[in-house]
């Protein structure tokens, strides 16, 4: 009976961890995006063209990039640097306009998929598993994007 209860106590003190509401912009667990079940689906809900819930659907996407060319705001030989590529969604038609890319995401998954897929299209972009809080940014570029949503992760300092 003690061993259950001690077992019983722990789970409860794990779940109890575990439900702890984050202070506003406390980092989180960078695992999360790579735990196995959880990437897997985050790469498939990326992938699926029907919705909007982990990437925009690909007209969307190029009518984005298709906006950011025809406006000058970004022009084929310039330096991009995109910021939360996943999948490398956006970095390929970037490059395929003539854009030098450097995507970076923290998920080992959706880089390992952009690597293979613009290798296979025989795309010249440099993707780095990392997070991009991490980086150290002394590289310089001609344009940084970041699309979809992980503004919401940065203070206001």
């Known amino acids: 009976m003690d061993y259950l209860n001690s077992k019983m106590n722990h789970l409860m003190d794990r779940l109890a961890e575990l439900t702890v509401k984050p202070r506003l912009f406390e980092p989180g667990e960078p695992l999360f995006w790579n735990d ?3 990437s897997k ?4 809900a990326h992938l699926d063209p029907t919705h909007d819930a982990a990437s925009r659907r690909p007209e ?14 970004l022009k084929p030989g310039m330096t991009l640097l995109d910021l939360g590529c996943g999948p490398g969604l956006y970095a390929e038609r970037f490059c395929k306009a003539g854009i030098h890319v ?14 293979k897929r613009a290798s296979g299209l025989g795309l010249d972009i440099e ?19 970041q ?9 206001d300092s």
């Not at 689906?41 to 498939?44: E, F, N, Q, S, V």
């Not at 969307?60 to 705001?73: E, F």
């Open 36 to 38: 196995p079940h959880i």
């Open 41 to 44: 689906g985050m790469l498939k």
């Open 60 to 73: 969307v996407i190029d009518l984005t990039v298709k906006h950011l060319l025809d406006s000058g705001v």
């Open 102 to 115: 450097t995507g970076i995401d923290i998920s080992e998954r959706s880089v390992q998929y952009a690597k």
């Open 127 to 145: 993707y780095r598993c990392m997070d991009f809080f991490d980086m150290d940014y002394t590289e310089a570029f001609d344009a940084v994007v």
């Open 147 to 155: 699309i979809y949503g992980e503004l919401c992760v940065f203070p």
